[in-house]
């Protein structure tokens, strides 16, 4: 018996979530104006197709031959891609991008577009390889005031100010 | 006539002859940095698209998908490192013509077949789609709700190898769809009380979020490109002797092209690979290839630009997105209010004419930016890439805020990376989910109309002649792929058994 762990993974996550999924649908309310189907109707059946899905592809990572370690590569999920070759070390890189993009989103209000776009650009080319140096800060500052000037002066699209220097 | 006429007036009466050309010159940029696809190029437009008329809209994100195909084959060429997927194929012999001294050659044929492909590909839509106008007005509920189902039954096509995760990702995308006032009774779903959530979430948001912010975070931990040498910066055209020999190859390259291109799930690169065989095949000159051949990069480079047109006839006619650049340019649609699909030619037909006319000034616009492009390209390659995710990303969460403003939306982006990063790990193919997303809120408030209409019965879907044609269409193509998939996963395990016995 061999099992394909990330196929595996997969459908047990999918099984998971078509029942919070279920859960929630089953909180929707009725409304006078509704239908026979009913606004729950298609989540409903969306939700349960995920969970024959989810079992589906579960049963089918559990197969008979040879243990993991003797397949083929090209049957191999996920981790044997070339894209992801880099290991769990690709998935550190794309969780710290993450974390950089989420602090993004709390802190542009708060500084506002210019400082907070020219920290995301600093610190990802930092984080991806760029050589530390004035020269980094330079090109993260004109480049955020590069993007201000094309969206808020060109596009006259207002972008935030940043509490901490309005007041606000 | 008239709305060839307005599809005109609008033309020339909005940007978007400038569109077209800043389209090709972004497309161009955008292709040529290993990496970004056309795709990821059109989903950082996307946003910008918001503000701007239907018809510049659509032709810049169309623009920007031709000019990528051919900004796809300079570092194919140049550094043996194809800019977009479909460029594969011709990084072969074009770098051998560049390890040669023949670079400048190599990108005048790629250029000038990727014109004639381009402009076959333009009267290829015209002729196929202009005749689904005619059948526009016998649309209605019921024929949309088969409509959406005929688009789900492409899925399989889509999978790449797996139907259940392709059916698994279309799903994840009617989550999506379901977000927001039920389309019949208005009654909240899924918004856990944010107000943001109440208008639901739009498509647009979901491709940059799975196009753009996945690609970068697979990116970031991927080496950097080899780079250029600023001495290869001269293209020189084919001459008279060449155009004659590049003539066949580049046909079988616009055939393939064609067919590839309304086939959905096939798309550009497996247009290029394929005429790079059959040219081969049909070569005086087949122990060329390999070696440096001009007709093993006329022939791929002609394929994948048809397919920028060719691509364009499933979405046009019935809506069906079967690339990831016709589901971005779908979203382009969708930003306007248009739904494309046989009622887009009675609704907007200067939209659809325009698009039309804004292709041909494309393809143009490719041939003259294409001559002087090259040196700012080289320019581009050899920027570092850190440089290049950082302001990529900077592109992308700037574009999302434009939209409403809003920090949210940016934060629901990143969500969708995040999601798009998990399936790409488990190779779920994303673009059924983008199909689900998008079809979703078509198949659902079209069923339970239908319903409404007939008092209940199922049977109006069989009674409406298009309805029932476009069913049974969807049933013959669900039967075909599956069988078609189960033949593929069979050889596939006969392969894998006789591996594991050698």
Known sequence: MRVEPVDFTLGVLTILTAGAYLALAGQIPHSLLSDEVGPSGLPNAVGWALVALGALLAARSVRPGPAAGTRPAAEAGGAGDDEFAGGMRAHRMAFALLVMLSLYV?????????ASTALLLGGVALFSGAPKGRMLALVAVLGALALWLLFDALLAIPLPVGSLWSGG | MDAFSSGMHALFHSWAIPGAFAGVLWGILGGAIPGISPSIAMAL??????????????VLLASTYVGAEYGGSIPAILIRTPGTNSAAATAVDGYEMARQGRAGEALGISLIAGLVGGLFGLVVLVLATE????????????????????????????????????????????????????PVSGVPRFTFGHPDLLGGIKPLLVMVGLFAITEMLV?????????????????????????????????????????????????GTVAAFMAYSEAKRWSNHPEEFGKGSPEAIAAPESA????????????????????????????????????????????????????????????????????????????????????????????????????????????LVVGVGVLGYILRFCKVPLLPMVLGVVLGFMIESNYRRSLLLSGG????????????????????????????????????????????QA
């Open chain 2, 304 to 411: 994948n630009n048809v397919v920028t047109a060719t691509a364009l006839v499933p979405l046009l006619s019935l809506g069906i997105p079967g690339s990831n650049s016709a589901a971005i340019l779908l979203g382009g649609f969708l930003v306007h209010g248009l739904q494309p699909g046989p009622m887009l030619f009675q609704r907007a037909p200067e939209v659809v004419y325009g698009l039309y006319g804004g292709l041909l000034v494309a393809n143009i616009a490719m041939l003259l930016i294409g001559l002087v492009i090259l040196t700012p390209c080289i320019w581009l390659v050899n920027r570092p890439k850190p440089w290049m995710i950082a302001f990529i990303l900077a592109l992308a969460v700037s574009g999302v805020y434009s939209i409403h403003q809003s920090m949210f939306e940016i934060g």
């Open chain 1, 106 to 114: 709390v802190v542009t209000p708060l500084l506002g577009y210019i």
């Open chain 2, 219 to 267: 990116q970031i931990s991927q080496p950097a490109w080899a780079k250029a040498s600023a001495g290869q910066a001269r293209l020189t055209l084919p001459n008279r002797a060449m155009l004659r020999r590049l003539f066949k190859p580049t046909a079988i390259g616009s055939v393939i092209g064609t067919v590839e291109g309304v086939t959905p799930g096939a798309g």
């Open chain 2, 131 to 182: 005749p689904l106008a005619m059948v526009a007005l016998a649309f209605t509920p019921p024929a949309y709700f088969a409509l959406g189902i005929l688009g789900i039954s492409v899925i399989a096509s889509l999978s790449g190898g797996s139907l259940i995760k392709g059916l698994l990702a279309a799903a994840l995308g009617l989550i999506f769809a379901m977000v927001g006032s039920d």
């Open chain 2, 457 to 500: 019965e199922l049977q109006i879907f069989v009674t409406d002649k298009v309805s029932l044609g476009l069913l049974a269409l969807a049933l013959v193509l669900t039967v075909y792929s599956l069988w078609h998939e189960l033949r593929k996963s069979r050889s596939a395990k006969l392969v894998a058994n006789k591996e594991v």
């Open chain 2, 45 to 58: 437009l996307l946003p910008l698209t918001y503000a701007m008329e239907p018809v510049t809209a659509i």
